[in-house]
């Protein structure tokens, strides 16, 4: 788990040009769809799932075993949940045809 | 640094489209029209990530030894995932949101806590690298404030827990002492010894930081705190972007890092507080609410459905002011069929959304699009704040404090807070389920406003009689 320093410094010049990236997404969006942003937004930390799958495949002790197990179930509901139900409320923001 | 081989290099492309495809997800929402696509193209990168990252790691092709772990989990977590995110009814979207976040956070201090035992077994007593030992610290704490704290917002969004902020003697003692135990902890582990047992006490120690911090925290500012703890998620899973050296989870866990910030401020900005105010003022007390219920029955004139029909049909602009009541009554259905028919009779319906109407920012226009209301029959505060006083009747439907001019006094605990100017239009009716105070617990003067008429009854009912007597006007 030894970063190089080269790693270690461009991990942290993508840590803070994608929070930038973030903050200027963000702002752009109108207050009405701040519901579903917030949704939206959670569903992308769901990429924890790929976390828990990695300590998953190395996992060797009972304990390793059963605590990634749980994460990975966490992660899933993250994931799975979040952008099933963005798109629910997402959904209901189509223009009916006709309608002005 | 390492060499790549060529699934190496790959894993670095598919890094870099899921990143992509997550910025657009976020960008896209700028639009409705763009909003959905924007969601299944999120879906889509996050898809390729996970199923890259099951077959290929470390740039080795292969299915690990303990796939059936991944299988398993995933086959749960979905089915989970998935009844809970299409069973829920638009109504209880903040808690289910909760939830999964809550998830989320949870996977990121587990995720913590296997990396770090891992550690330590493979250097038994050594001291682990700065980096890395501050970043699974980091992973481990906030998403366990995270998990506890969804939990907790989950609760009291649900009716579960007391929504009135719950405060015990010495309770922000309690907070203090647990923040210097874990800074402790985490400097003893990171500089003199990484020791299993201290780690787990650490984990807990957060965990129960996270009831702390939200426990005293009223119902009404819970969906800040969802927000904030989206937030918090975000950077844990950031940390473990750090600890696996994964920039799929570092691009990911940052945006939402950032994003949930910024939606937090503008959340907290739309009533005119401080984040601050919000998390430690203990807003809204149970106590205040039913004394002012008491009082505050004197002057209310009361109106039948039909003269309110007659009211409305008879206009010429007429403002609807939806609410968490019309949200709880489920009533926005008969809502947009009393919008229909007064548009057929000629009138200007408009619906004014304040920005913290409902439980979340844009409650009320999910729940409208919900019952196909065209959104662009919903305005903001700024946009229709001067349209009332051209207005014949304002239509409040459940809504208390956004509308409630006390915020424009001093000594109020909204004082400030940007109200919709509902006491502007000509005639007022208010539909309210029952005398007492709003969710924040403050008397409304709106209610005894000399052109205030009071609806009262579950918000469903009521609007079905208001549309009845519109059909008849």
Redesign the interface.
């Known amino acids: 788990m030894e970063l190089s320093a080269f790693e270690l410094l461009s991990a942290l010049f993508i840590l803070v040009l994608a929070a930038f990236i973030g903050y200027e997404v963000v702002s752009k969006v109108p207050t009405m769809l701040h519901t579903p942003l917030m949704s939206g937004a959670n569903a992308v930390h769901g990429v924890i799932v790929v976390g828990a799958m990695l300590v998953a495949a190395t996992a060797e002790s009972p304990i390793a075993i059963g605590i990634s197990l749980v994460a990975v179930i966490f992660g899933t509901i993250n994931v799975v949940g979040g952008f099933v139900v963005t798109d629910r409320m997402l959904e209901m923001f189509k223009k009916r045809p006709g309608d002005r | 640094?390492d060499e790549l081989n060529g699934l190496g290099v790959a894993t670095f492309f598919v890094w870099l489209i899921?990143?992509v495809t997550?910025?657009l997800?976020?960008?896209f929402?700028?639009?409705?029209?763009t909003?959905?696509m924007?969601?299944?193209l999120?879906?889509a990168g996050?898809a390729l990530?996970?199923a890259w990252?099951?077959f290929i790691?470390d740039g080795q092709l292969g299915i690990?030894d303990?796939?059936w772990?991944?299988v398993?989990?995933?086959i749960?977590?979905?089915i989970?995932?998935?009844l809970?995110?299409?069973r829920?009814p638009?109504t209880a979207?903040?808690q289910?949101?909760a939830?999964?976040?809550g998830?989320?956070g949870?996977?990121?201090a587990?995720?913590a806590?296997?990396?770090f035992?891992?550690?330590t077994?493979l250097h038994p007593g050594e001291i682990?690298?700065l980096?890395?030992i501050i970043a699974t610290l980091l992973g481990a704490i906030i998403g366990s404030v995270s998990l506890t704290g969804s939990v907790v917002a989950w609760g009291k969004l649900q009716g579960v827990i007391a929504a009135r902020p719950v405060k015990y003697p010495g309770s922000q003692i309690v907070t203090a002492a647990l923040a210097v135990a874990l800074l402790g902890i985490g400097v003893y582990l990171t500089v003199i010894e990484p020791t299993v047992p201290l780690f787990l006490l650490f984990v807990g120690l957060a965990l129960i930081l996270g009831v702390q911090l939200t426990m005293p925290i009223g119902g009404a500012d819970m969906p800040v705190v969802?927000?904030l703890l989206?937030s918090y998620?975000?950077i844990?899973?950031?940390a473990?972007?750090?600890?696996?050296?994964?920039?799929?989870?570092?691009?990911?866990?940052?945006?939402?890092?950032?994003?949930?910030?910024?939606?937090t401020q503008?959340?907290c900005k739309?009533m005119n507080r401080s984040l601050f105010n919000v998390l430690f003022a203990g807003f809204g007390t149970g106590g205040e609410s039913a004394a002012a219920g008491a009082e505050g029955e004197e002057d209310l004139k009361e109106i039948n459905a039909e003269d309110a029909a007659v009211l409305m049909a008879y206009g010429k602009r007429v403002i609807i002011v939806p609410g968490y009541g019309m949200a709880v009554a489920q009533a926005q259905g008969p809502v947009r069929e009393l919008m229909d028919l007064l548009v057929a009779k000629g009138v200007d319906v408009q619906f004014a959304?304040h920005?913290v109407a409902g439980r979340?920012?844009?409650?009320m226009?999910?729940l409208l699009?919900?019952a196909?209301v065209?959104?662009?029959r919903?305005q903001?505060m700024d946009e229709i704040n001067d349209d009332f006083a051209d207005t014949d009747v304002a239509l409040v439907i459940g809504a208390n404090d956004v509308v409630n001019p006390v915020a424009r006094e001093e000594g109020s605990p909204i004082s400030g807070m940007p109200i919709l100017n509902v006491d502007h239009a000509h005639n007022i009716i208010v539909l309210k389920r029952g005398r007492g105070a709003g969710f924040a617990g403050i008397p409304n003067p709106l209610f005894s406003n000399e052109k205030t008429k009071m609806l009262f009854g579950d918000a469903k009912p009521s609007v079905e009689e208001l549309v009845q007597g519109v059909k008849q006007a």
Not at chain 2, 242 to 263: H, K, R
């Open positions: 640094m899921a990143a997550f910025i997800a976020l960008k929402l700028a639009s409705p029209r909003a959905r924007g969601n299944l999120g879906a996050m990530v996970v990252t099951f790691r690990p303990t796939w772990i991944i398993i989990g995933a749960i977590g979905s989970a995932g998935w809970g995110a299409k829920v638009m979207m903040p289910m949101v939830i999964f976040n998830a989320g949870g996977a990121a587990l995720v806590v296997v990396e035992l891992r550690d077994d682990l690298p980096a890395f969802v927000s989206n998620t975000g844990a899973v950031a473990t972007g750090f600890v696996l050296n994964n920039y799929a989870l570092l691009i990911a866990g940052t945006l939402v890092g950032a994003s949930g910030a910024i939606l503008l959340m739309a959304i920005p979340m920012p844009g409650h226009n999910v699009a919900e196909n065209p959104y662009d919903l903001e």
